[in-house]
């Protein structure tokens, strides 16, 4: 959509018909993992509330994505500061009055359906486009095909994911807990090369058409603008991750200053391979 604006309308009725099969089938791939899984009962009420929360942030991305290829950042931005406020809100209620893990979900809850409904509202007052859905078998295959590469990427990811439950059956949710808790800050720091690679996709696909030594020029940009973000991290995170597990999470968890050392060496890899990715797929390179 940013070689072609004008067939944004199209692309976006094919791929929020695409994303509708697609999540029917999570849902019911996600009740049958659970009934192997025989989690107790309100692990599977928190995990269907994590379905619902995914199918709708799943769809706002797709809201935003069309405000991304016109390379317009300014209303996903204001969306996503919207609902973590809510998140960060109601989460911080539940904490401090010791609420329900039920409300710490519905915060995530909350996250996903402000983006969903403020992306749908942008989209329709702003960008003037209507909800279509177009099921062609002809568009299908192609657009399947094309998002092959990206469908296997994310699958790899989320089995990645279930690294928490390989641990809780192997060791214990002892350690589950000391490894989330050294994963966090580390994950955290994500969405920094993650929202750049997500400006450049757009701006990569379309240089590549037009205008391809300002696309090498721009990679380049890229890579040295995140070794100078990551560089100091790096450091902070090697030399200060007892201080930092001790200021988040408190003593109990010391053991997981270790884990976060070693986490943090991940770092430059992770920034340096958003724009690289960003810029394979945007060069139609995504194989």
Known sequence: ASRKPDRLDQRLSEVLSIKLLLAALGVVGTIGLLHWLQYPLITNRLIYIVVVTMVLQSFADTF????????????????????????????????????????????????????????????????????????????FVRNVSTAGPFALSALFAQ???????????????PFVALYGVAARPVSSL?????????????????????????????????????????????????????????????SDYSSSATPLQIMTLSLPAIFLTYPLLALLNGCNRQQ
């Open 64 to 139: 935003y994505a069309c405000f991304r290829a016109l390379h317009n950042m300014r209303y996903e931005a204001a969306g996503m500061v919207a609902g973590k406020l809510v998140m960060l809100s109601l989460g911080g209620v539940a904490v401090l009055l010791g609420l329900s893990p039920y409300f710490l979900i519905l915060a995530l809850a909350l996250d996903a359906m402000v983006n969903f409904l403020i992306g749908l509202y942008l989209l329709r007052r702003r960008l003037k486009l209507a909800l279509t859905f177009t099921f062609l078998p002809t568009l």
């Open 159 to 173: 089995v990645y994911a279930f690294d928490g439950v390989v641990l809780q059956k192997f060791m214990g949710e």
């Open 190 to 250: 994500h969405f920094v090369p993650a929202m750049l690679g997500v400006v450049l996709f757009p701006l990569f696909s379309s240089a590549y058409q037009s205008d391809r030594q300002n696309l090498s020029a721009t990679f380049i940009n890229s890579q040295h603008a995140m070794l100078v973000i990551v560089a100091p991290l790096v450091a902070w995170g090697v030399a200060g991750s007892p201080t930092i597990i001790q200021l988040l999470f408190g």
